[in-house]
DNA sequence: AACTGAGGCAACCGCGTTTCA
DNA sequence: GTGAAACGCGGTTGCCTCAGT
């Protein structure tokens, strides 16, 4: 009854995992006009999404400067000892981790420190708990001296977190070198551009991020 | 070979904060 | 000074993949 006024506003907003054509459209679109309102960039760039999945699309994945793979010993430990001083504070833990996106370190932190602790709580129950190994418990953040334990617990079983079904990643080489994009329009993009990774990377006719990313630098230079 | 469960990642939702008219 | 809109963050959920049985 009450919906028939704006059902076709709300059939436009599209929910979901993004397409491969929509990633492109956005793509292009901050690459000639650059990011920021994003509300009004949904629009113009005629994506049928929020400006908010937008913006999460662009900060968690499609920037070119996010670092994709494994989190090294090095970004774990200093994830726990941010953890222990800020709590959940993803964001401001990620500013300290270039390419490093809060979603992701989030994940990370719940999927496999979480789980450590977890375990480490089983074996060592409320009372007789490890000094430095909180409880999964956010508040519970007096993991002092997390850099021991996490120079041990964590690079016992680490292993290289499996990135699968990139959306990105079923473009073939030519689509992805068709994509046009003004890359000059956003300076900041080129300026963090990580190093090109090993032409191996694109085995099987998948291609990465970064690899589409220094394709379109290739074409639009 | 098929089934089941666990793990991991991407995306959505709700809320608090900030900015602007 | 106030209200509205946009932004940003953290928590949660759903889906997909893989490993084990």
Request: one cysteine or more; a neutral charge; proline letters at 8%.
């Amino acid at each position: 009854m009450e919906k028939k006024g704006c059902s076709s506003l709300e059939a436009e907003v599209r929910k979901g995992p993004w397409t491969m054509e929509e990633d492109l459209i956005l793509i292009n679109y901050i690459a000639n006009h650059g990011e920021g309102v994003w509300n009004s960039l949904a629009k113009a760039a005629g994506l049928k999404r929020t400006g908010k999945s937008c913006r999460l699309r662009w900060l968690n994945y499609l920037r070119p400067d996010v670092r994709r793979g494994n989190i090294t010993p090095e970004e774990q430990i200093l994830i726990m000892e941010l953890h222990s001083k800020w709590g959940n504070r993803w964001s401001k833990i990620a500013k300290h981790l270039p390419g490093r996106t809060d979603n992701e370190i989030k994940n990370y932190w719940r999927t496999r420190i979480q789980k450590h602790l977890k375990q480490a709580d089983q074996r060592f129950p409320a009372g007789q708990q490890q000094p430095g190994i909180g409880s999964d418990h956010p508040h519970c953040m007096n993991m002092g001296s997390s850099s021991q334990v996490s120079a041990d617990t964590m690079e016992m079983d680490y292993s290289p977190p499996a990135y699968h079904h990139h959306p990105l990643e079923a473009f073939p080489a030519g689509v992805g070198a068709t994509m046009t994009m003004a890359v000059g329009g956003s300076s900041s993009s080129t300026a963090n551009m990580p190093p090109p990774p090993p032409p191996e990377s694109a085995e099987g006719g998948y291609w990465s991020m970064e690899e589409l990313w220094s394709m379109q630098l290739l074409n639009g230079e």
